[in-house]
């Protein structure tokens, strides 16, 4: 398996700000990725994010509003960027590990 | 049309019942299946997963495939109050640890002692 920790694990922010989530992982992998659940609706990937290349968006996501930084090989930051109330949400990161995907946490985003 | 649909329950039934959840899914290029446990505040784990019809059973837990009418189930036997979660549904079209996982909505579980 594989360790992960998000933080903050939780946030009430106000509307217009923007708020970084971070993913650390315990050892090094290829590929992280970021999710979003919203209530009573399916885990929505948002991007995939390689170290040392662009993230790459799914339909739906764009970088101005979801900004994403890969440094290096063990952490991930996503940016939630100019946020309203549709943004509350848990942002989760999951990384692949032998031909497996691993969840974080997640962080429990909610804007006022 | 959603590509992958999952009752959403919620779903409860007495200690040491058998349970079954199920989801369909619309999208013929997926072949592999898996099913995700989530506790309350917590991110999904991998409970089972295949890529073939048929069925895998795993101690208490069957994970059961049928391509051809793009359903998938999963039963869990003996059922325990631990298993009290919300039970996700995913699929992808290849080798699902670097692909694009599509999630159906999750069924919530609780089993009453």
């Known amino acids: 398996s594989a360790v992960i920790s998000q933080k903050p694990s939780r946030d009430i922010c106000q509307r217009g700000t923007s708020l970084t989530i971070q993913c650390q992982v315990d050892s090094q992998v290829t590929m992280m990725f970021w999710y979003r659940q919203q209530p009573g609706q399916s885990l929505t990937l948002i991007a995939t994010a390689n170290q040392g290349s662009e993230a790459t968006y799914e339909s739906g996501f764009v970088i101005d509003k979801f900004p994403i930084s890969r440094p290096n090989l063990t952490f991930s930051t996503l940016t939630v960027s100019n946020m309203s109330p549709e943004d509350s949400s848990i942002y989760l990161c999951?990384?692949?590990?032998?031909?497996?995907?691993?969840f974080g946490p997640g962080t429990r985003l909610t804007v006022l | 049309q959603k590509e992958v649909e999952q009752d959403p329950g919620p779903l409860s039934v007495p200690e040491g019942a058998i349970v079954s959840l199920n989801c369909t899914y619309s999208n013929s290029a997926f072949q592999y299946f898996m099913w995700y446990r989530q506790y309350s505040r917590k991110g999904p784990e991998l409970l089972m997963y295949t890529y073939s019809s048929g069925n895998k059973e795993d101690g208490r837990f069957t994970a059961q495939v049928d391509k051809s009418s793009k359903y998938i189930s999963l039963f869990i036997r003996d059922s325990q109050p631990s298993d009290s979660a919300t039970y996700l549904c995913a699929m992808a079209i290849s080798n699902f640890g670097n692909e694009k996982l599509t999630f159906g909505t999750g069924t919530r579980l609780t089993i009453i002692p």
């Open positions: 999951s990384v692949e590990r032998r031909d497996e995907q691993f």
